[in-house]
């Protein structure tokens, strides 16, 4: 068992490694958890808080476990991300060994770690199982619930004490990560009450006293951190089940479950669980509450694969008990000696389609390339202030990628036009949409691919790419889909920003006796313009050089009219001697 849990984790932690970027379902746990290690003064949460707030119970405990080993050893930001996904990869791994040993109870060793190698064979529990979803960060807790109910149901005298710790772990988890897991659980419940092993009092009991215990944790502890009191969850609950807002997001027919869902992440276990079902009582008796669970979610409009994770490991460990009996029966019968050959042809056919499905997924991150490969380019520059758009934000530039503590970065949402982002003084901007921006302002310095397209080579194809040493029968076509740019004279172009942004600009120094008394003298005539002091903002001598550039004046103060420089505090006092700044501030 050992081993194949370490193959299982070390296939994880591969992944990782190879894909260490995220997407933006993973981003607030994740943020959080950069949040709370790093101590920052202002949580990311607060001006990203997305559609419905999030418990930080989670990414607290990534966090607690990670700060310890990030102050030992010093880490690079995109590696401590790189931990945190590892320490969530381990609470899975450790939860399915838990799971394991309850499959061991009903049904053997054997199937056991075929159930654990069959999980090997699929993408999504694999690739998923270090990513901070909220699904994923539930399914330790589901899979150690799901333990003590497959003990309960190969165990008489321990059966109460079993159903009693699946009823608390999966009411914590419904109550605190996923709502889902709570119609799991009554479906169990359910289940275990028809079957007659629990009586309505002691469940009642227990969900009582624990879903009390677990709102005062979760309830004071992520009303302090989002600044107000609140249930997570429960909004969670309220805005996908009630409102039914997920909706919003897509809809799929009613058997998109069994039909798609289910095949792919289940792949060659999915006919061999479903033959399970058919052939064996006690698969039915294990299988029987996912079916259930898996038709009531299919009922809502909205569909996703992780509504249905938790399911996937019981789905696997009914394959297994296939595999197991066939193992058996090989030495009895040619037949059962085929079966098992074609059992283990399929498990291998579908490892390699895993290993394809991660190929394509992790050509997907085109945001954290970017960030990545921009501090690679400007690394010997001492200040850049970059924007990333929201493509750029969606695809994986998460706050570890914000490695340059001299840097400044934005996700600003609210620019919609190039005077925006001239405005707010970006050096640099990430986007999927370069046809925005002045090609005269602005130069491309990289052009991010993505996949654009999975492609089955054609014969003629495949044997041209066998004579270059490829011999895969895929081809993954990429494509451009963000792009750097860089401002090609930035104080030139700030300042011709802020020349026909306001019809008067001062540009001073704060300290200059000059720029004192021109600040005195233009008083008297206009009392709102625009004040540059020179000396107070970054870069301020680049900012003087572009003035030489533009007005051949080295010295301050310098004011502007409508673009037009007037000169400095001597030109100014002529001026106004000559009663020739009365109409300063009229056009």
Known sequence: MKLVLGCLFALIVLEAYFAPFTKVEESFNLQATFDIIHQVDQFDHVQFPGVVPRTFVGASLLSLFAWPLIQIIQLSFIDQQVLIRVILSTFVVLSLGKFAFGVKSLFGSTTANLTIMLM???????????????????????MLGLSHWLCSLSQFSGRTYHLNRTIRYLTFTGIVFRFEVGILLVILLASEYIHATITLSAILKQLITTSIITLLITVPFDSYLWNTWLWPEGMVFYFNAILNKSSE????????????????????SYPLACFAFITNGRVRRMLMPMIIYIALFSFMPHKEWRFIIYTIPVFTAAAATCVSKSIHAASRS???RILLLVMLVGAAASFAIAITMFQVSRLNYPGGEALFTLHEIEKNTPYIHVHMDADTAMTGASLYGQSNPNWSYSKNETHKVQDDFLDARYTHIITANPENFDTSLFEIIDETYGLDKV?????????KSIQNHDISPIEFRMAPKLYTL??????????????????????????????????????????????????????????????????????????????????????????????????LCYS
């Open 249 to 268: 997001w897509g809809t799929l027919p009613f058997h998109a479950y069994f039909t798609s869902f289910l095949p792919r992440l289940l792949l060659v």
């Open 455 to 463: 492609k089955v080579k054609s014969l003629h194809e495949y044997k």
């Open 120 to 142: 090997i064979c699929q993408f999504h529990l694999v690739f998923w199982s270090s990513r901070t979803l909220p699904n994923t960060l539930a399914l330790p807790w589901v």
């Open 334 to 336: 040619w037949l059962n």
């Open 486 to 583: 860089r401002l090609i004279n930035p104080q030139k172009t700030w300042i011709q920003t802020m020349l026909r942004k306001y019809p008067v600009v001062l540009y001073s120094k704060s300290y200059c006796p000059y720029c004192m008394a021109a600040k005195q003298l233009i008083s008297k005539y206009c009392k709102d313009i625009e004040i540059i002091e020179v000396d107070r903002q970054k870069n301020g001598n680049e900012i003087r050089d572009a003035l030489i550039e533009l007005t051949g004046q080295r010295t301050f103060p310098n004011l502007f009219k409508n673009g037009k420089s007037l000169g400095g505090y001597d030109r100014l006092s002529e001026l106004d001697r000559e009663g020739k700044l009365a109409g």
